[in-house]
């Protein structure tokens, strides 16, 4: 009786957890005890954090369903936690490194589907509506719509600028046109800060470095 009860359990539910900066990360568990939080990542891989930064968490996520178990052991994996599967299918329908287009995301959105900009750009990787449409994506707040529109318009600007990632996630930001005008990344601090930011936090992502939200 045993060993079916072993045999036939299912796997642990998940937890979210909430950071105070607006941050959420999907977990194997969380413990908090006193003034330190200790965080189970999924995979296995540990953090500890003070449990001040951490504004409230919550059991029985939603289990993803990982098609790809090399990946789920991946840094950049963790951080996009419920999105990730969806993000690893559209990198790999498009050529793209899911790396990128996850550090994409987190600059963009903070992973937040239902995220609206000043300038009206709307979902996980601030799709504009004209861009959404250009791209064929009717819903910019559904997840899998937008990250495949924003995963298709990534894999043009990759294409139109020579595979060369700056200029490719300055057209993201500033538009293909400005980057075109200026010959190169657009003189504007924003969109020079955005791809410093971007690369920098895929090249700690490839690096195989823990990271959190």
Known sequence: MCLLLTATAAPAAESVVWFVDGRTLVVESIEVDGEVATIV???GSQMIVPAARIERHHGNAPRVAVTDPTAATEPWFHLAGPYAE???GAAQRHGLDPILLTALAEAESGFDPRAVSSKG???LLQLMPATARRFGVRDSFDPAQNVEGGAQYLKWL??????DEQLALAGYNAGEGAVAQYQGIPPFPETQRYVVRILGRAKTLRSGSTVAR
């Open 121 to 123: 750009a709307e979902g």
């Open 158 to 163: 990759l294409e139109r600028f020579s595979g």
């Open 86 to 88: 969806t993000i690893r």
């Open 41 to 43: 990542l999924v995979g």
